[in-house]
């Protein structure tokens, strides 16, 4: 069990040049309560501040909320993945931005709404099927990052463009070592469409073994790497394809799974030793900070993109649905904060945001003034112990094609306990009182109908903004014909 607090007096303080004073916090935000304990007084490996802090946000593709062993009782064992929140804190009620890949990523890294930056959809490799445009003259947070003296680096999937002006080195990231596409049509050949994406930096490179195990090497040799090389702080965003589809766990991590539990079914044990293959990656990825003597000074977040895939047998419980799903089966997402230095060990909070929080989160810690323009918030007041007291709204959205979507887009928007929300464009809204029903099982839009018609025009609100960025790749510059002379 982790942990309980309770309130006492604290002192706000942003300025790393200063003791901290830590305290223990209650508070609620839009009807969400929460506690945590952060600070120098309760944890005694925390010592005076040591500059800018690294970073090392952890990102993995369709990781169910019930495929992390430390959120409750699981057939799953994510050891590594557990120890960022036991030797850190634990947040329950944080979303992805998007119910699938892209959107989800084009927010993290924008910090706005991903209709807003031009990634409604999807980014594919044949254009017939693609959903999004990267809208270049967006900074992204690598961008943001540099800015402030960081060294930042990409290892593992990109998915927000394949060509010029949307790659990764581009895009404002010193170095990239990954892989370009959406999905992998096997991780041990890592070609998509039979096209080869991986790259290091701008060069084409093939390479041998499983994708997990290459990122969590390549990321290892960066940190490593990053130890002998100290002179400037650093931003490392590992984003794993796994727990993605297809389901390729190696041979020797699925038989030791058939071997304890002979009797759960195929598919998923394949998905419990893919993830468990992964965290075991994400495990030498930790050892390797450790190892560089960087851990006290480096904040890991893990967290995800969306939901699992309920077809591929992957675990969202205890909520709704899945990938590509509105209600939260679909949204809700781990998310793990430690930083030795600063966030007391075993703490949790149960603050609802939005996984593009960590844009202006990031900037703040590393002293640097986020944009102004920002859909996203800051959680340093949650992480050094105080309140956000501000009420927002969580917006989503998602365009697709095919017959089922038919290239349009459908939405959801919580604001406070109430969520308005479609799972495709041609069904009618539903609304859900998610602190009476949270599990989503009671659509009240008939018998609520003030609400629901609040939240409808606020819904239009958004998506009138994100209609002002365009989602395809712009077409050639039109060129103005000289008007005809007359006759």
């Known amino acids: 069990m982790r942990p309980s607090t309770s309130a006492v007096s604290h002192e706000s303080n942003r300025s790393w040049s200063r003791r901290w004073w830590y305290a223990v916090t209650t508070f609620t935000v839009a009807g969400v309560t929460g506690s945590l304990a952060i600070g120098s007084a309760a944890c005694g490996r925390c010592a005076e501040p040591s500059g800018a802090p690294n970073i090392v946000l952890i990102f993995t593709d369709d990781h169910g909320y019930g495929d992390v062993s430390t959120y409750h009782l699981s057939d799953v064992r994510t050891p ?25 990523r084009a927010a993290l890294l924008s910090g706005r709404y991903a209709d ?30 540099k800015k402030a003296g960081y060294q930042t680096a990409l290892v593992g999937k990109w998915h927000l ?12 990231f010193d170095f990239f070592h990954g892989f370009l596409g959406d999905m992998m049509d096997s991780y041990t050949t890592h070609l998509r469409h039979g096209n080869n994406y991986l790259r290091r930096n701008g ?34 965003y590992l984003a794993y394809n796994a727990p993605h589809f297809p389901i390729e766990p190696p041979a020797d991590w699925l038989a030791q799974v058939r071997q304890r539990a002979p009797q759960m079914e195929d598919r998923r044990a394949k998905n419990v030793a893919f993830v468990e293959h992964l965290d075991d990656g994400i495990g030498r990825v930790l050892g390797a900070l450790r190892e560089a003597s960087l851990e006290r000074n480096t904040i890991v977040v893990f967290t995800a993109d969306n939901g699992g895939s309920l077809p591929h047998a992957q675990n969202n419980d205890p909520w709704r649905d ?7 089966g679909g949204l809700r997402v781990p998310f793990l904060v430690r930083w030795p230095e600063r966030i007391q060990a075993g703490t949790r909070s149960d603050y609802a945001g939005l996984v593009f929080d960590l844009f202006p989160t990031f900037l703040e810690l590393a002293g640097a003034s986020p944009p102004a323009d920002l859909d996203a918030v ?6 050094t112990g105080g309140e956000i007291t501000a ?11 095919g017959l089922a979507y038919g290239g349009k887009s459908y939405q959801a928007l919580i604001r406070g306990e109430w969520k308005l929300l479609q799972n495709d464009p041609y069904s009618p809204l539903e609304l859900y009182n998610l602190k009476t029903d949270p599990q989503e099982t009671q659509d009240v839009a008939a018998t609520h109908r003030k609400v629901f018609n609040e939240l409808a025009a606020a819904l239009r609100v958004h998506i009138q903004r994100g209609g002002a960025t365009p989602w395809q790749k712009p077409a050639e510059p039109f060129m103005a014909q000289p008007a005809p002379s007359k006759p």
């Open 378 to 383: 800051s959680l340093v007041p949650v992480l």
């Open 116 to 145: 807003r930056v031009g990634v409604p959809g999807v980014i594919r490799t044949h254009s017939e099927n693609s959903w999004g445009y990267f809208d270049p003259r967006v900074p992204t947070l690598a961008d943001e990052l």
């Open 322 to 328: 899945g990938k590509q799903s509105h209600y939260d």
């Open 391 to 401: 009420r927002r709204e969580l917006y989503f959205v998602r365009r697709e094609g």
């Open 161 to 172: 463009g394949l060509e010029s002006p949307n790659t990764p080195n581009e895009r404002g």
């Open 80 to 104: 590594n993945i557990d120890r960022i929140a036991a030797e850190g804190m634990l947040f329950t009620a944080m979303r992805a931005n998007c119910t699938v890949c892209s959107p989800s």
């Open 203 to 236: 060069q084409a490179l093939e390479a041998q073994g499983h994708a997990t195990d290459l990122f969590s090497a390549w990321a290892a040799d960066y940190l490593r790497e990053r130890g002998q090389q100290r002179d400037r702080p650093f931003f490392l």
